[in-house]
C-alpha cells in the first residue's frame, strides 16, 4: 500500500540537484515514483511505509547535502519570510560583491582599453611598472568577492566531492582555476617573471562570482512572484478568529480553533474557518470564493466558509472544518499540488539536465587539453587577430597553458544547467496560478499540457449545459397566472411546482390544497378554484403546448374554476455562458459534443440552443465512459465537462476531465481541471491558458537548449578556429546568468494572459463547489 | 563541529594559506613590491658590463653625477647622413634616477625600458644571458629608440644614417595606440 508524501527541499541550486535529489529518492527500496521540482522546491514521493520510513528518505535526501522537510500546515508566511530572507541574503552579497568587482574590473581592463579609450589609472598600480602590486591589489579585491560568494564552493566542492556535481560546482571549479593560476603567476612575478601579468584572472573569477550572484538574486525574485497566486490564495485567511466561550469572547489564533468551536464573526470581519450558523443574520461575501459579485443571506443553519467576508450583521457559527480541511485550505492544496507536479514535456529537459554537469565538465576538460596541446605543437594557432582581440582575455599570443586555462574557465562557466531545470516548472508554476486567479483549478502539469490538445469536448447536459434545475421559462395566459398558480404550488413539494413559486412576485394564502396522484394539484386561491397539472387536468384544448415540449419544455397547465386560463412552460434552462463558452470553443477549432442521458427530443433542444451539432442522447450514465472512449477511438483529444456522479468514469476516462464547480465531490475527485465558477466559458479560457503555458515552456526549452548549444562550443573555442574572437569568461558568466533570467522573465510574462475577448472577468481566485448562492436562485428570471 | 567552530576552522586555514602566500611573495620579492624597479637596477649593471662598443650607457657617470641616468650616441652616421650643427658633440640624454615613472616594463618584448622624453627611450633584455635563447618573443638584447623629427628637422635624412633603421613603430599616445616612424639601433650579443 503506497502512500503519497510532498518533501520541502532546500539547498537546490540548479536542474543538476533535483535530478540527483530524485535519483536518490527513486533509488529507495519501497519508492515507487518521486518527483522533485526545482521552482517548487518540493519533493512529491510515492512509497510504501511498509518498506521505507520517512525518516530513512528524508536521511538519504541529507546524505547528499540537500535538506528534506516535511512541509508544515499554515507555513506560508514562514516560506514568504525565508524566500524574502534568501532574496535579502542574495542581494547584500550581490552589492558587496559588486563593490569589489568593479574596481577589480576596472584595474583589470583599463590598461587593456587604452587602445579605445584613456581612463584615469593609479601609476603605482600600472601593470607594466608595478605587476606586483598591480596583482596584490587585484588580490585583495577578489578575496570579499570569494567571500561573498562561499556559498559557490561549499556546495560546489560538496557536490564534486559526492559525486554528484552540479552548477555550483562548474563555477566553483572555474573560478578556482582562474584563481589558482592568478595565484601561481603572482609568485612568478614576484619571481622576475614580469611576464607573467599578463596571464592574472582575478577579475575574471571576481566577475564571474558578482554576475551569477546578479543572476542568483535575479532568479529568487522571479522564482517567488511565480508563487504569487499561492500567496494571495493564503493571504485570504484571516490570522485570528474570536472564540465564545462561557460567554466570554477571546480572540485566538486560527491555527488554535478546533471543530466544535463556537466561533463570532463581526461585520467586516472575515469568516475564519468553514462552519454552520448558528446564530444571527448576516450577508456574506464569498466572491473571492465563488465569484458570486452578490452577497449570500445567511441564517442559522446556512454553512459559512473560510475567508469570506461578512458584510452586515454579526453572527456566531460552528467550527466544522479547520486548518488543513477548510475549502480554502482544499483548493490552496490542489493548487500546490499543480504547481509541484511535472509535465511530460518537462521529460527531456530532466534527462539532459541529470547528465548535464559531468558532460560540460568533460568538454571543458577536453577542449582545454585539445587547445594546450594545439598550442605546444603550433604556437601560431593561440594568436588572435587585432579585431578577435576586442574584449578578449588575451592579448596578442598567448601560453597554451593560458589559453587552454581560459577556454577551460569559459566553458564551465557558461554552461547553465538552470535554465534547462527551470524552462518546465516556472511555466508549470505561473500558468497553474494564473488558471487559479481565473477560477480554473488545474490539477496536474500533465493535465495543462494534454489540454493544448483538446479536439473535441464532450459537454454533460445537465448541470453543465444547463443550470440542473427546473425554471419558469414561458408564461401563457393572464397576469395573475403565475401568481395564482404559485399559490397552490407552495403547497406541493413537486420539483416543478418549486420552480413556479420560485419565479412568482407573490403568491396569495391557499385552502383545500390537493394532490391527484399523476394529474396535478388543485386549492382555492383568491375565490378561485385553481388546478395546476397536466393539459387533461385543466382541461386544455388539444394540441395546446405541443411547441413548447417540442422545444424540449415541460407545459404546466392551469384551469382557473374548472377553464382552462394558460399554459406555464418550465424547462432546465441554458446557462448564460453556454452559447459563448460554445461559439469560443468553435472558433478555436474545437469540435463539441453534448452527452446526456435525457430523449433525443430535449437534448436537441438544448443543443440547437447553445448551437452544439453533435448530440449523444439517451446514453445511460454507465455508458458516458464507453461513448468518451469511442470518440478517443477515432483519434480524438477528448475532454469531458461534467458535474455529477454519474459523470465521474467519463470524466475520468477523458483525456482532460473537467469538472463544474458547483458539481459533486467525486466528479471534482475525478477530474483533472475544476472551475469553480460554474461558467462555461471557462473551457475554452483553460484550453488557452494551456496552449499558452505549452508554448511558452517550449519558448523556454528552445532558448535553454539554444543558449547551451551555442554557447559551450563558442566557449570552448570553435570561433577561434575560423579566426573569430575567444570569449572571455567575463562574458561567459554574463551569459550563463541571463540565460537562467530570460527563462524566468519569460515565464512571468504568462501573468499577463486574459481570458478570451468577451469573457466577463470574474473577482474569484477560486470558488467553492457545493453551495449555490441564493441570490443566483432567486434571481434567475430577473 | 558546530557551525561557527566550522567558521572558526575555515578562516584559520584560509588566514593560514593568505599569510604563507604572502611570505612566499615577499620572500622572493626579497622584501620590496616594487619588483620591477629593483631588478631593472641589477639588469641595467650587465647593460654597462657590454658597454664599449658603439654604446656608452655610463654608470661611472651616473653614480658620480648623484643620480643619473647617462646615455652618450656616437653622433657621426647621423653627420654622415646630412645632421648639421652637432659637430663634436654626442648625443646625451639623462633623466634623473629618482623619477621612478621613467623607468618601464615592457611585456611583449621581455624588455626594460627608460624613457627620457621627446619620444627617447633605451631599452634592454631583463636578463642579457637568457634573452633569446628560451624562446622568448625577440632576440634583441638592447635598443636605443630615437625620435627623428627634430633631427630631419635639422637636416638628416633618417633613411642613410649607418647602423640604425628608420621603421615604423607601435607606441601608445596619450593612451592610445599610434604608429610612429622610430630611428632603431638593436643589438644582439649572442
Not at chain 1, 378 to 381: E, K, Q, S, V
Given at each position: 500500500m503506497t502512500q503519497t508524501q510532498i518533501l520541502d527541499i532546500r539547498g537546490m541550486t540548479c536542474a543538476a540537484c533535483s535530478a540527483r535529489v530524485e535519483k536518490i529518492l527513486t533509488k529507495?527500496?519501497?519508492?515507487?515514483q518521486a518527483s522533485v521540482n526545482l521552482a517548487a522546491e518540493k519533493a512529491r514521493v510515492e512509497y510504501d511505509p511498509a518498506r521505507v520510513s520517512l525518516r530513512a528518505l528524508i536521511a538519504a535526501v541529507e546524505k547528499i547535502g540537500y535538506q528534506a522537510l516535511l512541509p508544515r500546515p499554515e507555513k506560508a508566511d514562514e516560506d514568504r519570510l525565508r524566500r524574502e530572507k534568501a532574496v535579502r541574503v542574495l542581494r547584500a552579497k550581490t552589492v558587496v560583491s559588486a563593490l569589489f568587482a568593479v574596481p577589480l574590473l576596472y584595474i583589470a581592463m583599463a590598461p587593456m582599453l587604452t587602445r579605445w579609450v584613456t581612463l584615469p589609472y593609479p601609476p603605482a598600480l600600472d601593470p607594466m611598472n608595478y605587476p606586483l602590486l598591480y596583482a596584490l591589489a587585484e588580490i585583495a579585491l577578489v578575496i570579499p568577492v570569494v567571500c561573498a560568494g562561499h556559498r559557490f564552493y561549499a556546495v560546489g566542492f560538496r557536490a564534486l566531492w559526492m559525486r554528484s556535481p552540479n552548477m555550483d560546482s562548474l563555477i566553483a571549479v572555474g573560478t578556482s582555476a582562474a584563481v589558482l593560476y592568478s595565484l601561481f603567476n603572482t609568485i612568478q612575478i614576484s619571481r622576475g617573471h614580469f611576464a607573467a601579468v599578463n596571464a592574472l584572472y582575478f577579475e575574471t573569477a571576481g566577475v564571474i562570482i558578482t554576475l551569477i550572484l546578479l543572476g542568483k538574486t535575479l532568479e529568487a525574485r522571479s522564482k517567488g512572484k511565480t508563487g504569487e497566486a499561492i500567496k494571495k490564495l493564503m493571504g485570504l485567511a484571516p490570522k485570528t478568529a474570536i472564540l465564545l466561550q462561557d460567554g466570554a469572547e477571546r480572540e485566538i489564533p486560527i491555527g488554535d480553533v478546533v471543530t466544535g468551536d463556537v466561533l463570532v464573526v463581526r461585520p467586516g470581519a472575515k469568516i475564519p474557518v468553514d462552519g454552520v450558523v448558528l446564530e444571527g443574520r448576516t450577508a456574506v461575501d464569498e466572491s473571492m470564493l465563488t465569484g458570486e459579485s452578490m452577497p449570500v443571506d445567511k441564517q442559522a443553519g446556512d454553512p459559512v466558509y473560510a475567508a469570506s467576508l461578512n458584510t452586515t450583521g454579526s453572527v456566531t457559527f460552528r467550527a466544522e472544518k479547520v486548518g488543513a480541511d477548510t475549502a480554502l485550505a482544499q483548493i490552496i492544496r490542489l493548487v500546490e499540488d499543480a504547481q509541484g507536479s511535472k509535465a511530460p514535456i518537462a521529460n527531456l529537459a530532466d534527462k539532459v539536465s541529470g547528465v548535464f554537469v559531468p558532460i560540460v565538465c568533460g568538454i571543458a576538460l577536453l577542449a582545454g587539453v585539445a587547445w594546450f596541446i594545439a598550442g605546444r605543437l603550433?604556437?601560431?594557432?593561440l594568436r588572435l587577430s587585432d579585431a578577435a582581440?576586442?574584449?578578449?582575455?588575451?592579448?596578442g599570443g598567448a601560453a597554451p597553458l593560458t589559453f587552454a586555462l581560459v577556454v577551460f574557465i569559459s566553458v564551465l562557466v557558461i554552461a547553465c544547467p538552470c535554465a534547462l531545470g527551470l524552462a518546465t516548472p516556472t511555466a508549470i508554476m505561473v500558468g497553474t496560478g494564473k488558471g487559479a486567479e481565473h477560477?480554473?483549478?488545474?490539477?496536474s502539469g500533465e493535465a495543462l499540457e494534454t489540454a493544448h490538445k483538446i479536439s473535441t469536448v464532450v459537454f454533460d447536459k445537465t448541470g453543465t449545459v444547463t443550470e440542473g434545475k427546473p425554471a419558469v421559462t414561458d408564461l401563457l395566459g393572464p397576469p395573475d397566472l403565475l401568481s395564482l398558480a404559485a399559490s397552490v404550488e407552495k403547497l406541493s413539494e413537486h420539483p416543478l411546482g418549486q420552480a413556479v413559486v420560485a419565479a412568482a412576485q407573490e403568491t396569495f394564502p391557499a385552502a383545500d390544497f390537493r394532490s391527484v396522484t399523476g394529474m396535478g394539484v388543485e386549492a382555492a386561491v383568491q375565490g378561485k378554484q385553481v388546478r395546476v397539472g397536466r393539459a387533461a387536468y385543466a382541461n386544455a384544448p388539444e394540441g395546446e403546448g405541443a411547441d413548447l415540449a417540442a422545444q424540449g419544455k415541460t407545459p404546466l397547465f392551469v384551469s382557473f374554476d374548472g377553464v382552462f386560463a394558460g399554459v406555464i412552460a418550465v424547462a432546465d434552462v441554458v446557462k448564460p455562458s453556454s452559447q459563448a463558452a460554445i461559439e469560443a470553443l468553435r472558433g478555436m477549432g474545437v469540435e463539441v459534443v453534448m452527452i446526456t442521458g435525457d430523449n433525443r427530443r430535449t437534448a436537441e433542444a438544448i443543443a440547437r440552443q447553445v448551437g452544439i451539432d453533435r448530440v449523444l442522447a439517451e446514453v445511460m450514465p454507465q455508458d458516458k465512459a464507453n461513448e468518451i472512449r469511442q470518440l478517443q477511438r477515432e483519434g480524438k483529444i477528448v475532454a469531458m465537462v461534467g458535474d455529477g456522479i454519474n459523470d465521474a468514469p467519463a470524466l475520468a476516462q477523458a483525456d482532460v476531465g473537467i469538472a463544474i464547480g458547483s458539481g459533486t465531490d467525486v466528479a471534482m475527485e475525478s477530474a483533472d481541471i475544476v472551475l469553480m465558477r460554474s461558467d462555461l466559458t471557462d473551457v475554452p479560457t483553460a484550453i488557452q491558458l494551456s496552449k499558452r503555458t505549452i508554448r511558452n515552456i517550449k519558448q523556454n526549452l528552445f532558448w535553454a537548449f539554444g543558449y547551451n548549444v551555442v554557447g559551450i562550443p563558442v566557449a570552448a573555442g570553435l570561433l577561434h578556429l575560423f579566426g573569430g574572437p575567444l570569449l572571455n569568461p567575463i562574458f561567459a558568466a554574463a551569459a550563463m546568468s541571463l540565460s537562467s533570467v530570460s527563462v524566468l522573465t519569460n515565464a512571468l510574462r504568462l501573468k499577463r494572459f486574459h481570458p478570451f475577448p468577451g469573457k466577463k472577468e470574474g473577482r474569484s481566485l477560486s470558488a467553492h463547489p457545493s453551495e449555490p448562492s441564493k441570490q443566483r436562485k432567486a434571481g434567475r428570471l430577473s | 563541529m558546530k557551525k561557527s567552530g566550522k567558521i572558526g576552522a575555515a578562516v584559520a586555514a584560509a588566514g593560514l594559506a593568505l599569510g604563507g602566500f604572502l611570505f612566499l611573495i615577499f620572500h622572493n620579492s626579497g622584501g620590496t613590491l616594487d619588483v620591477v624597479g629593483k631588478d631593472a637596477q641589477r639588469a641595467l649593471a650587465e647593460v654597462r658590463a657590454v658597454a664599449g662598443q658603439e654604446i656608452v650607457l655610463d654608470g661611472a657617470a651616473f653614480r658620480e653625477s648623484g643620480g643619473y641616468y647617462w646615455m652618450e650616441i656616437d653622433p657621426s652616421p647621423f653627420l654622415a647622413a646630412g645632421l648639421r650643427g652637432a659637430d663634436g658633440l654626442a648625443f646625451q640624454f639623462m633623466i634623473k634616477n629618482n623619477n621612478r615613472l621613467a623607468l618601464g616594463y615592457h611585456a611583449a618584448m621581455d624588455h626594460y625600458n627608460i624613457t627620457f622624453g621627446g619620444g627617447n627611450l633605451f631599452e634592454w633584455a631583463k636578463d642579457l644571458r637568457t634573452n633569446g635563447t628560451?624562446?622568448?618573443?625577440?632576440?634583441?638584447?638592447i635598443v636605443f629608440v630615437l625620435n627623428p623629427e627634430p633631427l630631419i628637422a635639422a637636416g638628416l635624412d633618417p633613411e642613410n644614417v649607418e647602423g640604425w633603421a628608420y621603421a615604423p613603430v607601435q607606441v601608445e599616445i596619450g593612451g592610445r595606440p599610434a604608429t610612429v616612424w622610430k630611428l632603431l639601433k638593436p643589438f644582439d650579443f649572442a
Open positions: 529507495q527500496a519501497g519508492v515507487a603550433h604556437p601560431d594557432i582581440q576586442a574584449f578578449s582575455p588575451i592579448q477560477g480554473i483549478l488545474i490539477k | 628560451t624562446g622568448g618573443p625577440q632576440d634583441k638584447d
